[in-house]
């Protein structure tokens, strides 16, 4: 064995096991200052008390009722909510830059999250969230998918199309999608329009636990396949015939592909609305620190894609109190810039 | 000699347009078939008909006496490997990561990957070039990395589509050699070439096209021959004796 690979093989490892590791203690940091941090100020070790009564480890006198409550009914699963909304968003990023072989998709980009939306206002507006809550994840993850399905039909990856048929069907699918939810909106009842404003802005202020433990088992299942994806994905990047030289059933991966993703983007949408460009600045991030490899890329983005909207709820929460700052604002306002940059670069490097 | 793959009357149309017709053609264990003809002969064509990536119209395609369309996809992978014409790669994997991809088929044994994705990066001379990103190389590093890739993957049976197309003349050469020694290991290749002259000189046998057909079959002094040249390409050429080797040279004329 030749030492110069497997040393390299063997840095490429160590790094990628440094870096979920620091970035797994950056979540931590950042939810345990979420728990913390707000209109009412909190020292952490009284946090940390709050934690512990509920857990039973600290007498409940310790705590006043009051910050009991703001940091077990508000904070954590707000936290928590945020965390894995922004798992799920970079993760199902992650994935669609594989499928379309395209750095630039991004499930707001390729019309995912629209999808989405369409299918969480559809299922409001028609009445079928009436049947139970989850209707409305239920009905985010088809109008996710089906938006997927089609804009890969249309800007499949091959010889002829860059990333002009990609973007262009993208915007496409958005536009259909946004028109599609004007009808609805318009022929909403003025009960369901307050809901549905929601889903424009997209926001974490309505977490409650109830929609914490809806949306982890979702979130954890599309997790966990995209993770079983990543030797698909690295194959993928080769173009979707050499994938099938190397044995990939491609049609199948697709399809699974197209439908984790559609999980996760469908689970975030259903429960924050549209947050856009976490999708397409984590990976990127996540790419650069510890390369292209998927087996490390896939897990680092969904921990950064949980600190930055941890970060950023946090953020719009405690910036100008007592009204918050929408989470879907602040996130645009930091990824259009980005993508510009990055469609820019793309040009630059001669992918027009 | 064991016949490794078989094409039975395959025949592939576009509309109105026939790209492939009649073709019949067994390819065996141990040798080197290339394939030429002119631009649109339907090389390329045949070749991902062989390799199972375009289904035949008419006709079919057996691998080791079995249908191509009867293998999953990864049994076909331990089988056969495949050099297309384009190596685009969409994000920046190194070299090696890529040449270590074509140990995906098989089953993990780490050993033996490692040793077969180091002998395949010494073949092409990329060891230098190892931790290159792959999109930053040139044509011909880039082609040379598909090659090594192909060569990790240690199947019985090669389809490789003009691997020598972007290479310099050195690399022309060695590539053909890696082939050539493949086949006398054991294995079938089936290799598309432009030149006449590197099929000549490392080919046991050559398949020439013209409008999807077989126009003729046989060995290098078989088929280069100054009439079947002039008609099929329409251009004048001279075939010699090559000074150093016992093979034909095919020289253009005015």
């Given at each position: 064995?030749?030492?110069?690979?497997?040393?390299?093989?063997?840095?490429?490892?160590?790094?990628?096991?440094?870096?979920?590791?620091?970035?797994?203690?950056?979540?931590?940091?950042?939810?345990?200052?979420?728990?913390?941090?707000?209109?009412?100020?909190?020292?952490?070790?009284?946090?940390?008390?709050?934690?512990?009564?509920?857990?039973?480890?600290?007498?409940?006198?310790?705590?006043?009722?009051?910050?009991?409550?703001?940091?077990?009914?508000?904070?954590?699963?707000?936290?928590?909510?945020?965390?894995?909304?922004?798992?799920?968003?970079?993760?199902?990023?992650?994935?669609?830059?594989?499928?379309?072989?395209?750095?630039?998709?991004?499930?707001?980009?390729?019309?995912?999250?629209?999808?989405?939306?369409?299918?969480?206002?559809?299922?409001?507006?028609?009445?079928?969230?009436?049947?139970?809550?989850?209707?409305?994840?239920?009905?985010?993850?088809?109008?996710?998918?089906?938006?997927?399905?089609?804009?890969?039909?249309?800007?499949?990856?091959?010889?002829?199309?860059?990333?002009?048929?990609?973007?262009?069907?993208?915007?496409?699918?958005?536009?259909?999608?946004?028109?599609?939810?004007?009808?609805?909106?318009?022929?909403?009842?003025?009960?369901?329009?307050?809901?549905?404003?929601?889903?424009?802005?997209?926001?974490?202020?309505?977490?409650?636990?109830?929609?914490?433990?809806?949306?982890?088992?979702?979130?954890?299942?599309?997790?966990?396949?995209?993770?079983?994806?990543?030797?698909?994905?690295?194959?993928?990047?080769?173009?979707?015939?050499?994938?099938?030289h190397?044995g990939?059933?491609?049609?199948?991966?697709?399809?699974?592909?197209?439908?984790?993703?559609?999980?996760?983007?469908?689970?975030?949408?259903?429960?924050?609305?549209?947050?856009?460009?976490?999708?397409?600045?984590?990976?990127?991030?996540?790419?650069?620190?510890?390369?292209?490899?998927?087996?490390?890329?896939?897990?680092?983005?969904?921990?950064?894609?949980?600190?930055?909207?941890?970060?950023?709820?946090?953020?719009?929460?405690?910036?100008?109190?007592?009204?918050?700052?929408?989470?879907?604002?602040?996130?645009?306002?930091?990824?259009?810039?980005?993508?510009?940059?990055?469609?820019?670069?793309?040009?630059?490097?001669?992918?027009? | 000699?064991?016949?490794?793959?078989?094409?039975?009357?395959?025949?592939?149309?576009?509309?109105?347009?026939?790209?492939?017709?009649?073709?019949?053609?067994?390819?065996?264990?141990?040798?080197?078939?290339?394939?030429?003809?002119?631009?649109?002969?339907?090389?390329?064509?045949?070749?991902?008909?062989?390799?199972g990536?375009?289904?035949?119209?008419?006709?079919?395609?057996?691998l080791?006496?079995?249908?191509l369309?009867?293998f999953a996809a990864r049994a076909l992978a331990q089988e056969r490997?495949?050099?297309?014409?384009?190596?685009?790669?969409?994000?920046?994997?190194?070299?090696?990561?890529?040449?270590?991809?074509?140990?995906?088929?098989?089953?993990?044994?780490?050993?033996?990957?490692?040793?077969?994705?180091?002998?395949?990066?010494?073949?092409?001379?990329?060891?230098?070039?190892?931790?290159?990103?792959?999109?930053?190389?040139?044509?011909?590093?880039?082609?040379?990395?598909?090659?090594?890739?192909?060569?990790?993957?240690?199947?019985?049976?090669?389809?490789?589509?003009?691997?020598?197309?972007?290479?310099?003349?050195?690399?022309?050469?060695?590539?053909?050699?890696?082939?050539?020694?493949?086949?006398?290991?054991?294995?079938?290749?089936?290799?598309?070439?432009?030149?006449?002259?590197?099929?000549?000189?490392?080919?046991?046998?050559?398949?020439?096209?013209?409008?999807?057909?077989?126009?003729?079959?046989?060995?290098?002094?078989?088929?280069?021959?100054?009439?079947?040249?002039?008609?099929?390409?329409?251009?004048?050429?001279?075939?010699?004796?090559?000074?150093?080797?016992?093979?034909?040279?095919?020289?253009?004329?005015?």
């Open positions: 064995m030749s030492p110069s690979a497997s040393r390299s093989f063997l840095r490429r490892r160590r790094r990628g096991q440094w870096m979920l590791a620091l970035s797994a203690m950056l979540l931590l940091l950042a939810m345990l200052a979420s728990f913390a941090v707000g209109p009412l100020r909190l020292p952490p070790l009284e946090v940390l008390q709050a934690v512990g009564v509920k857990l039973g480890l600290v007498d409940p006198a310790a705590v006043s009722s009051r910050d009991l409550a703001v940091v077990w009914q508000l904070r954590i699963p707000r936290a928590l909510l945020g965390a894995m909304v922004g798992a799920a968003l970079a993760m199902a990023g992650a994935s669609l830059q594989g499928l379309f072989g395209n750095p630039l998709a991004d499930p707001g980009i390729v019309g995912v999250s629209q999808g989405a939306a369409l299918g969480a206002v559809a299922a409001i507006v028609l009445g079928a969230a009436s049947i139970g809550g989850w209707m409305i994840p239920l009905a985010a993850f088809a109008g996710g998918a089906l938006a997927i399905s089609l804009t890969y039909l249309l800007a499949r990856p091959g010889r002829a199309t860059g990333n002009a048929t990609l973007l262009l069907v993208g915007i496409a699918m958005a536009a259909l999608c946004s028109a599609l939810i004007g009808f609805l909106t318009y022929i909403a009842t003025e009960s369901q329009l307050q809901s549905l404003v929601f889903w424009q802005l997209g926001s974490l202020a309505s977490a409650d636990w109830r929609d914490v433990l809806a949306v982890a088992p979702l979130f954890l299942l599309g997790a966990v396949a995209c993770l079983h994806l990543a030797v698909p994905l690295d194959m993928l990047a080769l173009g979707e015939r050499q994938a099938q190397l990939l059933d491609v049609p199948r991966t697709r399809r699974q592909l197209v439908a984790f993703s559609a999980l996760l983007v469908g689970a975030a949408v259903a429960f924050a609305g549209s947050i856009g460009f976490v999708g397409l600045v984590v990976p990127h991030v996540a790419r650069m620190l510890v390369g292209p490899g998927h087996r490390w890329m896939l897990p680092l983005s969904g921990l950064l894609g949980a600190v930055l909207v941890v970060v950023a709820d946090t953020a719009a929460r405690t910036l100008d109190p007592p009204s918050e700052i929408p989470l879907g604002l602040f996130s645009a306002s930091l990824g259009a810039p980005f993508f510009l940059w990055l469609v820019l670069q793309q040009r630059r490097k001669g992918h027009s | 000699m064991t016949v490794a793959l078989e094409l039975q009357d395959v025949a592939v149309s576009r509309g109105a347009r026939n790209i492939l017709q009649d073709v019949t053609l067994a390819f065996e264990a141990g040798t080197v078939t290339a394939l030429v003809g002119p631009n649109g002969a339907g090389k390329s064509t045949l070749l991902a008909v062989a390799c990536d375009l289904p035949a119209d008419a006709g079919q395609v057996l080791h006496g079995r249908p369309a009867g490997a495949v050099m297309p014409q384009e190596h685009g790669i969409r994000f920046a994997f190194s070299v090696e990561e890529v040449v270590a991809m074509g140990r995906l088929p098989h089953r993990v044994d780490a050993l033996r990957d490692h040793a077969l994705v180091e002998a395949a990066l010494d073949a092409t001379e990329l060891q230098a070039l190892r931790l290159r990103d792959v999109q930053q190389l040139s044509g011909g590093e880039a082609a040379r990395t598909t090659f090594a890739r192909v060569l990790a993957q240690q199947t019985p049976l090669l389809m490789l589509d003009e691997p020598t197309a972007a290479l310099d003349l050195r690399h022309q050469e060695r590539t053909l050699r890696s082939v050539r020694a493949l086949a006398d290991a054991g294995a079938c290749v089936v290799v598309v070439l432009h030149d006449l002259n590197l099929a000549a000189g490392h080919a046991d046998r050559i398949v020439l096209l013209e409008q999807g057909r077989v126009a003729a079959d046989g060995t290098p002094a078989a088929v280069l021959t100054e009439p079947t040249l002039r008609r099929v390409y329409q251009q004048d050429v001279v075939v010699m004796q090559h000074p150093r080797r016992p093979v034909p040279l095919v020289v253009v004329t005015d």
